[in-house]
């Protein structure tokens, strides 16, 4: 477990805020004009997904603290109500940039481009017709309108679901008056509905569902007058809470404790800017919030809903040119896994090479009349996942196969217990980890009868096994059939399915065990080598990096002298560049086309240069309360590999590369260099363009 030692407050930048920072770094993509212009709508409809999940968790989270009347601190040495003061600061400008962007800049230049989205009160004659014809015919039926009275209390409203509040004038049949109601919107309509070509003038016409229901509400309340519509929409606490001491079947207390989700304690209030203020007023009362707690934003209430958008509109010049993921040599020449793999180790980049072989790997294993078993972790892998297929027909066929299904892999839990029950249906084993601990790490293992014996062939990665995910996230995977790495799997199954004491590894680092320890001894090891006058050089990229003994090596190393990269994605604690503590540290941040999602530590080791992939990031979490992965890169072939397509160009960027500041802040920095995009640049390396 981590230890208490206490680190001067002021080394460290907070992580809610660091978060911020990041989602204002992908709302750059949005205002780039470089970046294709469906691309940026995308980007747009990012923010506000991440921004939803943010609330969800790190303000719910915050303001948990608050009400009980917590004065603890994190690392930054913030309390909660003065780090809550500037979360909402920043999060409320933070949402007005995004609609200002969206409103001024990318919904006037997709009308340009023929993509319009009609404004209620620009629909002409024959569209208000479309329209209302739609309006009775798929609207109509799905609708519940509840009117505020003491026989109605105010409902229960759905985390994030859309929804109306009425003002209303005059009296019902039945001689009640209580001047409002509310109406949600269908969840099973969309949101955005395309019109004909031939009542707008153009390919991709659309109007808000939003605008539907605002035109047409008054027949929902036959013979009263509405003096107002108002969108409005909640966001929820959705931290799942189990408790450890309590619980006696993970499983049926996480189905007991899902539905939950969709009515936890609100955290935010959005509403349209024409909401009056009585109403604004109204809401906030019945939700417990406060005025800090208001978004009112300038168009619709959940701009999440127009990632529908990109998909849906037939236009190549406006989106990244598409790519065919490239295949391994190996692969061009033979289509035999099991051969491939026992003649040396196979390294996949994803998503510039394909996921391909993975389900290759697992589709003849499940056919392979010599493979006797499968063992395989789950995290995340999507619904209808042709993986799962695979093992599924394995598990009918005869073959031994274990399934460890992380049942607590957050807005994932209702897929995998579905994966699960499946699995469970057809005599696979499922197992749900460790309880207490997540297991995060990316394994999957096949035994085959070879020659008299068993051999193992194993396959792990720094990303999950989603083969959605693998087209827009960047990751590596690694095919292996050495005994010293395959044995070293087998025994980290066996400690989560069965029971007994740690045992050493050969090369594998395991979180909760290993992996701090061994992280700590590499950083020191380069900063006694830089004491001693040699050459020592730390990079890594990671998502994350916030663990304050990490962090506190690494201001160690460089005040040795070690040059230090550090690549990291999202939150960074470390304060870069400041002098006599990290003046020998860059932190750098790369947002494009595809999410940067692999983990990479290298460690100059006196010329040995030691490489190792991983599933976790340096956070506390991923150290001490989950089951983690870090595997070597032992090939030196394949080491070079990662070192120059994983680490060289991202150094090198200067077109989608931040770089970080000591107070926390990002900057492009502007290059006279010709421009590097290292994404770009894998493209054009490992596949095919078109």
């Known amino acids: 477990m981590p230890t208490s030692r206490h680190y001067p407050f002021d080394h460290f930048i907070n992580r809610e805020l660091s978060l911020l920072a990041f989602n204002r770094r992908v709302l750059a993509q949005a205002a780039d004009p470089r970046v294709p212009l469906l691309e940026r709508l995308r980007f747009l409809c990012i923010v506000s ?50 609609y200002a962007l ?35 015919r798929e609207v109509m039926p799905l609708l519940t309108p509840i009117g505020l009275d003491p026989a109605h209390p105010f409902p229960r409203v759905l985390n994030k679901s859309l929804n109306f509040a009425i003002e209303l004038e005059g009296t019902d049949a039945f001689g009640r008056s209580s001047g409002a109601a509310i109406v949600q919107a269908p969840r099973a309509l969309p949101r955005v509905i395309h019109l004909p070509k031939e009542l707008t003038g153009v390919d991709h016409g659309y109007v808000f569902l939003s605008s539907i229901l605002h035109q047409h509400v008054g027949e929902l309340f036959s013979g009263m007058n509405v003096l107002g519509c108002y969108q409005f929409r909640v966001t929820r ?101 099991f051969a491939n793999i026992r003649k040396h180790d196979i390294l996949l980049h994803h998503p510039f090479q394909s996921f391909t072989p993975v389900i ?34 394995a598990a009918r066929s005869g073959k031994e196969v274990t399934v460890v299904v992380e049942l607590m892999a957050r807005f994932d839990e209702e897929a995998n217990l579905d994966i699960a029950a499946r699995l469970e249906e057809i005599g696979a084993h499922v197992v749900y980890g460790v309880f207490g601990y997540k297991t995060h790490a990316k394994m999957l293992m096949v035994l085959r009868r070879e020659d008299g014996g068993y051999r193992r062939y194993v396959h792990l990665g720094t990303g999950n096994y989603h083969p959605g995910t693998t087209r827009f996230y960047t990751d590596f995977g690694l095919l292996t059939a050495r005994e010293e790495i395959s044995d070293d799997v087998n025994e980290v199954f066996k400690q989560i399915t069965g029971l007994g004491k740690h045992k050493a590894l050969n090369h594998l680092l395991q979180a909760p065990f290993t992996l701090h320890a061994a992280m700590l001894a590499l950083i020191q090891a380069e900063a006694d080598a830089a004491r001693a006058g040699h050459r020592a050089q730390i990079i890594a990229k990671m998502n994350s990096l916030l663990e304050p003994e990490i962090i506190e090596a690494l201001y160690d190393a460089s005040q040795a002298g070690v040059k230090i990269d550090l690549l990291v994605r999202g939150v960074c604690a470390l304060r870069p ?39 976790a990031d340096w956070m506390e979490r991923n150290f001490f309360r989950r089951i983690e992965i870090c595997f070597p890169i032992l090939e030196a072939k394949l080491k070079r590999r990662v070192i120059q397509e994983g680490l060289r160009p991202y150094l090198a960027d200067n077109s989608q590369a931040w770089n970080m500041n000591a107070e926390g802040g990002f900057a492009v920095s502007p290059s006279r260099r010709s421009r590097i995009c290292a994404q770009e640049l894998l493209l054009t390396e490992l596949a095919t363009r078109g």
């Not at 006037?108 to 209302?132: C, H, K, N, T």
């Not at 190549?316 to 391994?328: Q, S, T, V, W």
């Not at 589709?363 to 395989?376: R, S």
């Open 577 to 615: 560049g400041v002098a006599g503590l990290s003046e020998r540290i860059r932190v750098r941040s790369v947002i494009g086309r595809f999410l940067e999602h692999s983990r990479i530590f290298y460690f100059h080791a006196g010329g040995e240069q030691k490489l190792y992939l991983s599933s």
């Open 49 to 98: 997904s991440n921004l939803d999940e943010f609330f969800e968790i790190r303000v719910a989270g915050l303001k948990e603290q608050i009400k009980l009347g917590s004065r603890v601190t994190d690392n930054d040495g913030l309390p909660p109500q003065e780090l809550f003061r500037r979360v909402e600061h920043q999060a409320h400008a933070l949402i007005a940039e995004q």
């Open 360 to 393: 290759q790997f697992l589709q003849q294993a499940a056919d392979d009349p010599q493979v006797v078993a499968i063992k395989m972790t789950v995290y995340r892998t999507g619904t209808g996942s042709v993986l799962m297929e695979h093992l599924l027909r």
């Open 237 to 337: 606490n959705s931290d799942l809470f189990v408790d450890d001491e309590e619980v006696k079947n993970l499983r049926t207390a996480l189905q007991g404790e899902l539905p939950q989700r969709h009515f936890g304690d609100a955290v935010r209030l959005e509403v349209a800017d024409n909401c009056s203020e009585v109403m604004t007023q109204f809401l906030l009362q019945q939700f417990g919030l406060k005025g800090e707690d208001l978004y009112r934003v300038q168009g619709i209430v959940n701009l999440v809903r127009l990632i529908s958008v990109p998909d849906g509109v037939d236009r190549p010049d406006l989106k990244y040119p598409p790519f065919h993921p490239g295949m391994p040599k190996v692969m061009t020449k033979r289509s035999d896994m």
């Open 102 to 136: 969206q409103n001024d800049v990318i919904l006037p230049a997709l009308a340009a481009e023929g993509i319009v989205f009609i404004r209620r009160s620009l629909w002409d004659e024959p569209q208000s017709a479309w329209i209302r014809e739609y309006f009775f």
